[in-house]
């Protein structure tokens, strides 16, 4: 049984940077597909993008293109995203999200990080 | 990008009610559809994947149908634990696009 340990909740200024980390237990890590995915308040969800950590290239959706960047570190079964830019729009609860299945559908979640950016 | 659009937004039903939702994919995706259950303060519960196949746990009032652009989630029997926003998502291409979900309330 997965486990996934989210780091916690961010206070955040326009125009800075937030790291979310992800620390997973308990499963295959390096084969399965990771992805990262945002709820703002009162709105939906939003697939941000994913990584398999074998192969450590990560696909983006294209609306957060240039600001996103995820990674995985294998030898700590850890997943990160790092939002650059923020606005106030991004103030949103992430999720990190794990597939076992070589599907880019998730059985296991984190309890989510809220991030809230604020001047 | 593939589009998930999700029938109704809303919806309200009565306990024991049969209650059907509707996932339409701008193009087809064969069975790579998922269904998820939010409930608030909670992470996402997947309950179907490939269209049709019921996770471990999910109760078997849950259902899933549809292949190619047209899925649906039915919920026979509806039980006031069901109150949440149900949520599909396609897994044929990324993006892996989630629709805009429905809330299902009980009368």
């Known amino acids: 049984q997965v486990q996934l340990v989210q780091s916690g909740a961010e206070v955040k200024r326009p125009g800075s940077s937030v790291k979310v980390s992800c620390k997973a237990s308990?499963?295959?890590?390096?084969?399965?597909?990771i992805s990262w995915v945002r709820q703002a308040p009162g709105q939906g969800l939003e697939w941000m993008g994913g990584i398999i950590p074998i192969f450590e290239t990560a696909n983006y959706a294209q609306k957060f293109q240039g600001r996103v960047t995820i990674t995985a570190d294998e030898s700590t079964t850890t997943a990160y995203m790092e939002l650059s830019s923020l606005r106030s729009e991004d103030t949103a609860d992430y999720y990190c999200?794990?597939?076992?299945?070589?599907?880019?559908?998730?059985?296991?979640w984190g309890h989510g990080t809220q991030v809230t950016v604020s001047s | 990008d593939i589009q998930m659009t999700q029938s109704p937004s809303t919806l309200s039903a009565s306990v024991g009610d049969r209650v059907t939702i509707t996932c339409r994919a701008s193009q087809s995706i064969s069975s790579w559809v998922a269904w998820y259950q939010k409930k608030p303060g909670k992470a996402p519960w997947l309950l179907i994947s490939e269209a049709s196949t019921l996770e471990s746990g999910v109760p078997s009032r849950f259902s899933g149908s549809g292949s190619g652009t047209e899925f649906t989630l039915t919920i026979t029997s509806l039980q006031p634990d069901d109150v949440a926003i149900y949520y599909c998502?396609?897994?044929?291409?990324?993006?892996?696009?989630f629709g805009q979900g429905t809330k299902l309330e009980i009368k």
């Open positions: 308990g499963g295959t890590f390096s084969s399965a597909a």
């Open positions: 999200a794990l597939g076992t299945r070589s599907s880019w559908f998730h059985e296991y």
């Open positions: 998502q396609q897994y044929d291409s990324y993006p892996y696009n």
